[in-house]
């Protein structure tokens, strides 16, 4: 349907509209729903009851409970349609029939089914051969979703191809291609929803996808409303099967929803979901999705939740489906599974050998971290000790709960702990964790894995185990609170132990005490050091010199550095400063820096000092003229032009710039061959940044005839024009100053400002772009002399000089150059282990 330019009344409304604006399909279904309820309020006389109105967009669909009625209907609405200036489309429409085809369904009287012209058009697309092509087949079969059972299973292999970078197209591909054509080929008639009935909903879920049919009863059969798949979010896929369910289920009843209205739902799930949400939802769930899920499963009228032993949706649709039992208990199978052992409890066990309350404390004052844990019955303390300074709270809970389990071996054991995460290790995560290596589901290794694993090996350990949570800092009276409370205030108290690490601090003593029971290996170096601090041998053979110190042969000196610097990792000056009090010997500096280079812990934790990696350069060419950077600077429109174009040498820097009047690059191809070819001669290569006017295709057309390479510069990144955006710089600079000072305009001050950029020696060389060009400095304009007078020694002395300033200026040039990118700019090799540092070390 369209809308007419000589349409009359309302259609005015749109007539004012610009033509794009008009053509929007929003205002236009708009427009046409507002006619359409003034058309039933004034013109219809049919009560409502009789017949109904459905639009989308420009698609009409008319219906009624008597054929008489339809006709009356339709002739009114057409004309409605003629008056308002809509033209009908005469071949779409379909005019008081008992089946019709609308938005690609053929609906009948309760009865809905795919149209057959988009069945054929759908199996008749070619095998797809980029992602493009998939992603709009996706698309289009993705819309008949409704009438494929199972259709999230049958295309997972196609989205998972759609995620790879690369286009791959395999065997899993083909079939479930294949596979979507022959299920839209037996695509089943669905009935359409009956609100006058209740609904039927069966969920189940299969790798990670939630399935499910939505059916009404007619008769003694259930007949299909529609076919749910939806794939689950990242949260819920990594959770047990049985809280997968819940998930699914809750998924499909909010997708079930938006067609029941409000009418009853029985939802039929092979799993107990209120069972498990209440017992178990709390480990696994967040708090607002708990409560999500319970407002939605318990809180609802029109919700009614059944359970059956069928797992494949495709079994509800039998009409002599036969009761059976379940399958599973869900809970016991969740406890079994992802419990740190089959028999843990987290409720008390009957005659218990101990009743264990464990508690670990972390807290900081006057700067320092303190922590501790204790282990204690209601009576006494089993064991209470300090953790060193730094420990967090968490690793104290599981230092606790790990010892409590260890002195409880073969015993049967009641443990309490207030730490939820302590808890949730040994009975929700800790059993999944290693099974996937204790990773987290990013990939990344799980903080306190050492302790977690110790804390899994320990929970072993006793005969029998029951693990409970106390809700911790509770007034309340009962031995439970009592024991929690004992435990809280003992790892308080032994936080302040602090252990003394006597393995860290260097001892008293001579390090070279345990090397002088036998002669020592001194070398010729050794003695002539012996003798120049005037040292003497004593009855061992050892020298040693006035003040005490041992002369320590060097081989026997790289063993006391490495033993001293294990004991407190000292960095290579302050080790040696510490131990000449004591030893001397050769290279002890050199020695104990490569001590420190070699120390795995040091070189994990220490700020990594080296040189900076420098940067490659870019191309400079092997001669004036070979290689040139070019850019377009824009500056104030004056006598017509408004751009310069700056062409820079990359080898001499010499400038050239010319005013233009666009930034073409017309421009560019003028002044490089009217110009820089004619003085300069062909250049080797050019560089530019990414602009319109030197990736066009003429200039490379001219580069790639003239045998000339042109380089584009990355993007984002003015370094990578450095030497041009720099000269743009200087020479508005210099152009400012000569017409701030002439009065005049920038292209007649351009000739100056060259000169002026061209004679001024570079800092980095010490020469100018003119000496670099013509082997001579530039003569200012005092005469010396008439050539006539001279004679030939002033040719014979620029032409002795020439060679020698060539090669002084071209050695100059050379030694300067940046690295070019081509070159290696470190010492590592494909196949060298090096140390990569990931992030931050904590405790």
Not at 149 to 162: H, I, K, S, T, V
Not at 198 to 219: M, N, P, S, W
Request: with cysteine; glycine share 6%.
């Amino acid at each position: 349907m369209g809308k007419s330019r000589h349409g009359t009344k309302k259609a005015a409304d749109l007539e004012l509209t610009t033509t794009g604006i008009q053509e929007l399909p929003t205002i236009f279904g708009n427009q046409l729903a507002r006619e359409l309820e003034e058309w039933k309020t004034t013109q219809v006389t049919v009560p409502s009851m009789f017949y109904v109105v459905l639009q989308y967009v420009d698609d009409i669909f008319l219906a009624a409970t008597e054929r008489d009625i339809c006709s009356q209907l339709t002739i009114s609405l057409l004309n409605m349609l003629g008056q308002g200036g809509y033209r009908v489309s005469r071949d779409k429409a379909q005019l008081v029939r008992t089946e019709v085809v609308y938005l690609g369904c053929e609906i009948s009287k309760g009865v809905r089914k795919l149209g057959t012209n988009r069945i054929v058009a759908i199996c008749a697309i070619p095998v797809p051969r980029n992602h493009q092509e998939l992603r709009s087949f996706l698309g289009m079969v993705g819309w008949c979703r409704l009438w494929i059972l199972n259709f999230g299973l049958l295309a997972r292999p196609l989205y998972e191809a759609l995620k790879e970078v690369h286009w791959t197209w395999g065997r899993a591909q083909e079939k479930a291609f294949l596979e979507l054509k022959q299920a839209l080929k037996e695509a089943p008639a669905l009935g359409l929803p009956d609100l006058s009935k209740d609904f039927q909903l069966y969920v189940t879920e299969r790798h990670r996808l939630a399935l499910g049919v939505l059916t009404q009863k007619i008769g003694p059969w259930k007949r299909p409303v529609g076919y749910f798949s939806k794939q689950l979010d990242t949260v819920s896929s990594g959770w047990p099967g049985c809280l997968r369910a819940v998930a699914a289920t809750v998924l499909l009843i909010q997708e079930a929803r938006k067609l029941t209205l409000g009418r009853k739902l029985e939802v039929y799930v092979p799993h107990m979901v209120i069972a498990v949400l209440e017992q178990k939802g709390g480990h696994w769930l967040s708090s607002s999705r708990l409560l999500q899920y319970q407002a939605l499963l318990r809180e609802q009228d029109d919700i009614e939740l059944k359970i059956t032993p069928h797992l494949n949706p495709a079994g509800f649709l039998r009409s002599n489906r036969e009761e059976g039992e379940l399958v599973h208990d869900c809970v016991e199978i969740i406890e079994q599974v992802y419990a740190s052992r089959k028999d843990l409890k987290d409720a008390p066990i009957d005659s218990p050998d101990w009743e264990l309350f464990t508690d670990g404390s972390s807290f900081v004052e006057n700067g320092t971290r303190y922590a501790g844990y204790a282990v204690v019955t209601t009576l006494q303390v089993i064991e209470a000790k300090a953790l060193p300074p730094g420990t967090s709270a968490q690793k104290a809970e599981i230092r606790a709960l790990t010892r409590a389990l260890e002195l409880s071996k073969g015993k049967r054991v009641n443990v309490w702990t207030d730490s939820k995460y302590a808890f949730g290790v040994v009975h929700v995560h800790g059993a999944l964790w290693k099974e996937r290596g204790l990773l987290t589901s990013q990939g990344s290794t799980i903080k306190h894995r050492d302790e977690i694993l110790l804390l899994l090996e320990a929970v072993r350990e006793p005969e029998a185990v029951a693990v409970m949570h106390v809700p911790g800092h509770r007034r309340e009276d009962g031995k439970i609170y009592q024991g929690n409370r004992l435990a809280d205030k003992m790892a308080k108290r032994v936080a302040k132990e602090i252990r003394i690490q006597s393995a860290l601090i260097p001892a008293k003593g001579n390090p070279a005490d345990s090397y002088m029971k036998d002669e020592p290996p001194y070398l010729p170096d050794d003695v002539k050091l012996a003798h120049l601090v005037k040292a003497q041998k004593n009855n061992k053979g050892w020298y040693v010199t006035a003040t005490g110190q041992v002369v320590v042969p060097a081989k026997i000196m790289r063993a006391i550095l490495e033993t001293e610097h294990y004991k407190c990792h000292w960095g290579a000056e302050a080790l040696v400063k510490f131990l000449k009090n004591e030893v001397i010997s050769n290279q002890m500096l050199t020695m104990a820096k490569r001590v420190n280079a070699t120390c795995p812990t040091c070189v994990k934790n220490n700020p990594l000092v080296r040189k900076q990696v420098q940067m490659g350069g870019l191309k400079v060419g092997p001669q004036p003229g070979d290689y040139w950077q070019i850019d377009f600077s824009e500056l104030p429109k004056a006598q017509g032009n408004k751009y310069l174009l700056v062409y820079v040498c990359t080898f001499s820097g010499w400038p050239e710039a010319f005013p233009c009047r666009t930034n073409q690059a017309k421009e560019v191809v003028k002044t490089l061959l009217k110009e820089i070819i004619p003085r300069f001669g062909i250049p080797l290569g050019m560089s530019s940044d990414r602009g319109p006017h030197f990736v066009a295709g003429i200039i490379q057309s001219v580069a790639k005839a003239l045998g000339i390479r042109w380089d584009l510069h990355t993007p984002w990144r003015p370094q990578s024009s450095g030497q041009v955006e720099r000269m743009n710089q200087t020479l508005k600079n210099q152009l400012k100053k000569i017409c701030q000072e002439a009065k005049v305009q920038w292209p007649q001050a351009l000739p100056i400002a060259l000169l002026c950029i061209r004679i001024k020696p570079r800092e980095r060389i010490g020469v100018s772009p003119y000496e670099v060009l013509y082997s001579k400095a530039y003569h200012a304009a005092t005469y010396q002399g008439d050539p006539h007078l001279t004679g030939d020694q002033v040719l014979l002395n620029y032409v002795l000089s020439l060679n020698k300033t060539l090669a002084a200026v071209r050695g100059a040039l050379q030694w300067k150059r940046p690295l070019p990118l081509e070159n290696p700019v470190h010492d590592i090799s494909p196949g060298d282990h090096v140390y990569v540092k990931i992030g931050a070390w904590s405790l």
